[in-house]
């Protein structure tokens, strides 16, 4: 007669907090039997959730599964049971960061967050929850920073370094945090530096609070720790600093030419032009300055995002815009010539700053750095716009674009001006009233403009003329929720029609992206994966496991996937978006020449492909910002 089986008690089974630690499920039950089979086990947790974490845990050599479908614990398993065990009894207290900064999931802030507003953080408090950084990017990111220096690894441990509080400081200002809390924390910094800055400006006589101030501000955002190994005197890197805070646009005329300051503060005249060199011109550290050349001597530097420079951006925005705007305004009215040039916004540009902002007599060097501070401008605002752009399309088109929109009849119709083509399309409706092709068109018509309260209206219409397209009706609606950001409501729709057509694998996978949508990653990833092992020849459950993965920043995995969907077919209408996606992993991953081999290939793909013209216009788009984006990172 076989033995009772031992189940894990309820705080194992069900968490206070989180989710249940399946591995932890397992490994108990493994633990406190001497074998256990799959309907034991199965006994706790689903066949499915089951399956993925049994072959987990054999893989990692934790569990052995014996004849019979029996499984035990091994050496090491019993190991990893006790240190999860551990965890769940003597959970350490620990500050996670804010939404504000989870928002964006960039895992490199989320770590250094961690790392500093804790004594320590272990490999396991970034990959459980609330994190749950998948084990891939967190690799990646932890050794980016570990090679930055911005992290230290002791004895399991991770820990700031001085370069890394620099770095906090600076990533602290992308985003929308109230102003007090970057005060304070570089109040703490300042604080941190108290007296050696003390004794160097006693040292020297600073006493002016202009050049002590800027002097802090340099201290801040330029550490130390950077240059360390060209310039190991802090003494010697405080002059630097000194030096570029006494030369200031706000200081003007007051300036100090490299040679008589060499001379002055007892600094080699080679390592002080070297390592000026080094910070304003070869962007060693990541602040942008802008230099203001007077005569030959005569030099002033200042800082992209200090209150100087925003101000001349407010300045030289509006008056880039304006300028732009009234051209652009002219060239449609043949009646009137506009004569401003690009040379006389410049001129009004120096007329506004010079006296408020600059003192009159930098005019002629402010005239000479406009010209570049214009194009650099420019290309700041768009760089930053086709990011934010493309970065949005890639939530829209990437990890979810349900083709649904595609009627042959209207695949290639284009859409220029909102009234007239309502009137159009609702003139063939009127003459065409049990067509469901006119319905299709004016669905098109109404998401091509974002009207999305209509078109659900006009979906009810078209559900009780069409009761046999319910499905695909319905689909839309819960599309169109998610566009309006009610993601909840969608997946309700889609859970809905699961109970009516339960064996439709279609409306699984768009589950699936609900899901994802909703950050119910496991649950996600669970039905893809089933649908895989039911079909694991069908190409579209591996190409939309690979968008997932991407989701959650696991581009290793999401390569496999993409490559795995082009082996098993690369003549479907989603091809050529498969290679741009695979060029995004290979670019995320590093290897830029097989990125851009893929962008390349997706681009070809997309001319040949039967999808609609606003699809492959979008991902044409995001193609080429990832090829400019390779060709300036290779050639920096």
Known sequence: MSSPINYPPKEVIEPIFGKINFELVILWMLNNNEVCTWSNLKEKIKPSTLSIYLKKLLLAELIEKKEFNQYTITTKGQDRFYELSQATKQKRKLNYPPKAILWKRNYDHWILWMVYNNTFCKWADLLNEPLSINNSSLSKNMNALI????????????????????????????????????LEEESNRIRENTKKTLKFFKKYSIIEDETRFRFLNNLLRLPHERIKQSLKSEDDFFKI??????????QYPIFISTEKFAKKYGLELVVLEFHVLQIVEKKIFPVKFFKLEGDIDEIY???ANEKLERMLNAVVEEHITRFTYLNKLYEEDKDKSYSTTLES?????????????????????????????????????EKE??????????????????QTYSSKKYLLQEFTNYDENIREVNKALSLNPDQFDSYVAKERLLIYFNKYDELLTFLDEMLEKFPDE??????????ILKEKRNVEEGLKIINELLEKYSEDTELLTYKAYWLQYLNRKEEAVEIIQNL?????????????????????????????????????????????????KLGICYKELGKYKLAFEKLESGIKYAEKSKSD????????????????????????
């Not at 319910?470 to 599309?479: C, G, N």
Request: hydrophobic share 40%.
């Open 147 to 182: 090679e930055d220096g911005f992290v230290k690894k002791e004895n399991k441990e991770y820990r700031i370094t001085q370069l890394g509080k620099a770095e906090y400081s600076v990533m602290l200002r992308d985003y929308d945090l109230d102003r007090q809390s970057i």
């Open 470 to 479: 319910e499905k695909d009706i319905k689909i839309k609606a819960a599309y």
């Open 301 to 303: 530097f200042f800082q």
């Open 345 to 381: 916004t410049i001129d009004a540009i120096l007329d506004e700053v010079c006296g408020p902002l600059f003192h009159e007599g930098l005019r002629y060097s402010l005239k000479n750095l406009l010209p570049n501070y214009i194009a650099y401008l420019a290309y700041k605002v």
């Open 613 to 636: 013209l606003e699809t492959k216009k979008n991902w044409l788009a995001i193609a080429n910002l990832f090829i400019a984006e390779i060709e300036e990172l290779e050639s920096n």
């Open 241 to 250: 600093l000194l030096y570029l805070s006494i030369n200031h646009p706000s």
């Open 385 to 402: 716009k086709k990011l934010i752009d493309t970065y949005d399309k890639l939530k829209g088109l990437i990890w979810h674009e349900v």
């Open 532 to 580: 895989i092992e039911q079909d694991p020849d069908n190409n579209i459950y591996h190409d939309t496991y690979g968008e997932m993965l991407m989701s959650f920043q696991d581009y290793e995995k999401a390569k496999n996937e993409f490559l795995k969907a082009i082996e098993i077919s690369s003549d479907e209408w989603f091809t050529f978006q498969t290679h741009i």
